[in-house]
Structure formats: C-alpha cells, structure tokens
C-alpha cells in the first residue's frame, strides 16, 4: 500500500527565502508525481507534474525533483513571496491504469511581510 | 478557474441521514474522480468513473456510491451519515487525450452532526 508522507507539516518564513518541501513515497512504482497547491477552504491547484522517467520540472520560482528510487521528491521555491502561503500537497499516481492519486498530508506554509 | 464546479459549498446533515453532492465538469471530461479530505489530511481516493461506469474504487464502504451523467455532471451519494463523514469533498475530472491534468473543484464542506 502505498504511502506519501510530507516533512515539515509547517514552515513559518520571512518573504524572500528560498525554501524546500520534502516529500517521501514507500512504493517506487509510481506513473507519475504531482505537487499542488491549496488555498483554505478551497479546491487543489496543480504546480508542477513529473513524470516517473523525469528527474525535474520547473515552472517559474518553483522547481520539484523526483528520485524515484530513493522514493523522494523535493519542491523548491525560490524567493518566496506572501502570495506563496498556502498548503502544499504532494501527491503520487501508481501504474493501476486509473487516476487515484495517493496524498500526503501537506506542508502549510506561511511567509510573512 | 478550473472550470469544474460543485455544489452545494456547505452542508450541514444530521447522522443517519442521505446527501447527494454534485460535480459539474468542463466539456469533453468524460472521467471524473472523488477525493474526501478530513480536516488537517490529504485528499482520499473515493472512486472513478468513466463513461458513467465505476472503474477505480478507495477503501470506502457501498454507502458511498456515485453517478456521472452524459452532460459530464456527477454525483456522490452518501446514504447512513456518520460524523466521521465530515470532510471537504473534491471532484476531479480530465480529459481522454491528457488523463494525467486533473482539474478539481471547490469543494462541498459537509458537516454531520
């Protein structure tokens, strides 16, 4: 049974700190890895897809990494900015031929003025 | 904007008793998934469906069972409410052509007392 475990739960730093979320899965094989993201209250937002023979993706000030063989992945942010708080989920698809996505808990991240 | 909208966005239920919530997808998602997230966890797996049959299912109970319609609307059913079933439900839809871009919705926030 896979398992998706995400280090820290939460991440309190000053606006313009690059940063890193780590996420760790029990089962390497996955089709795919998603990070999203998640306003309060409100539906998931995807960043950044990988898939299971990438290495990384980048879009802007993120950049997520995958080590499939070591089960982790890792999303970096860059100069993080206020506009960046929000929880952060990571999220692994399995090669069963339908879209459950298996989810860690998230890490809430707050980035103040 | 993702495009996909559920309703209702909050419901307040007693235990014991049956709710119905509903997705509506963009055009052309003909697989439509549904995650329940408990407070301070990740998104669970309910189930799939494509081409309004049941494809995929979680470890959830036949209490909870689904529709999806030919409009790309869908439904989730929860007969025998507990107060466990307290959580923000996620529907989730794609395309045939891009499986992996899932695009969610709001969320309902059901609350069973």
């Known amino acids: 049974k896979q398992e998706v475990t995400q280090i820290p739960a939460a991440l309190s730093v000053p606006e313009g700190e690059n940063l890193v979320l780590n996420c760790s899965f029990t089962d390497s094989a996955i089709y795919n890895l998603q990070w999203f993201r998640q306003d309060p209250g409100k539906g998931l937002t995807s960043l950044l897809l990988?898939?299971?023979?990438?290495r990384e993706q980048t879009s802007g000030r993120l950049n997520a990494s995958l080590d499939k063989s070591s089960g982790r992945s890792t999303l970096y942010i860059a100069a993080s900015q206020p506009g960046d708080s929000a929880t952060y989920l990571c999220a692994v698809k399995g090669n069963t031929g339908f879209q459950k996505l298996v989810f860690g808990t998230g890490t809430r991240l707050l980035v103040s003025p | 904007e993702t495009g996909v909208t559920q309703s209702p966005t909050h419901l307040i239920k007693t235990r014991g008793q049956q709710v119905t919530l509903r997705c509506s997808s963009q055009s052309g998602h003909n697989t439509v998934s549904w995650y329940q997230q408990a407070l301070g966890q990740g998104p669970q797996f309910i189930f799939q469906y494509y081409r309004e049959e049941e494809n995929g299912r979680g470890n959830f109970p036949p209490r909870f069972s689904g529709l999806q319609f030919p409009n790309y609307s869908s439904e989730l059913n929860v007969n025998a409410l507990e107060l466990d079933d307290s959580a923000l439900y996620l529907c989730?839809?794609?395309?045939?052509?891009?499986?992996?871009?899932?695009?969610f919705g709001p969320g309902t926030r059901l609350t069973v007392l």
């Open positions: 989730a839809s794609s395309l045939p052509q891009s499986p992996d871009e899932q695009f």
């Open positions: 990988i898939q299971s023979s990438q």
